[in-house]
């Protein structure tokens, strides 16, 4: 039988020792615990001393202890979309121009009617494309990964890396230029894809700092 305390709340956690160096949910606090690979642990203080694991090696946190936030992102802005960016920014710009143009030469209000709208809508396109930037964050911790989405309404879905299947990496050609890609991450409880988050920069980068915390 394994004995030991739990991360966060110093709970007594006892488990058979076929379960030794696998990771643990608390049932009073929710935190993942990684389960002492000893048969013989007395309740304490959580000891970091012993073998230095890969994430430490890394220069991140130890993969032991309590959970601790690794990095937040979110969704790129431009760099997941040049082109379209571009494009919308000339059509505001240009739109701008025209209505300058058309009021110091004083001409009809048709060229109003037709670059007013033209500029309202690029730029409503662009403050619509960076409050879907700030709606969505992808959170790495040293036990979970977490996706949240929402302002005004929350929702998350968490994968624990222990649980993790799968993490499928995808991008086009020209998001492979601009570093930026889709991430999938499904776990072996679940049929599908649990956390899918297009327009992450660095998603190589990614899954690596993920993996150290895999059993792999």
Known sequence: MIKFNCDNCEMLIELDDDQAGTKH?????????????????????????????RAVKAGYPADFGPETKILKVRRCWFRSRPIRFGVVLLVVIASIVGMIWAQLGDRSVAWYALFAPLALGGFGLLVWWWLDRLSASFEITTKRTIMH????SKSSSEVVHDNIRNIQIDQTFLQRLANVGRIGISSSGQDGVEIQVNHLANPDKLREIIDLYRPL
């Open 149 to 152: 989405r929402g302002f005004f």
């Open 25 to 53: 949910e608390c049932l009073s606090c929710g935190d993942i615990n990684r389960v002492p690979d000893s048969d013989a642990v007395e309740p304490g203080p959580v000891s970091t001393s012993g073998p230095v694991d």
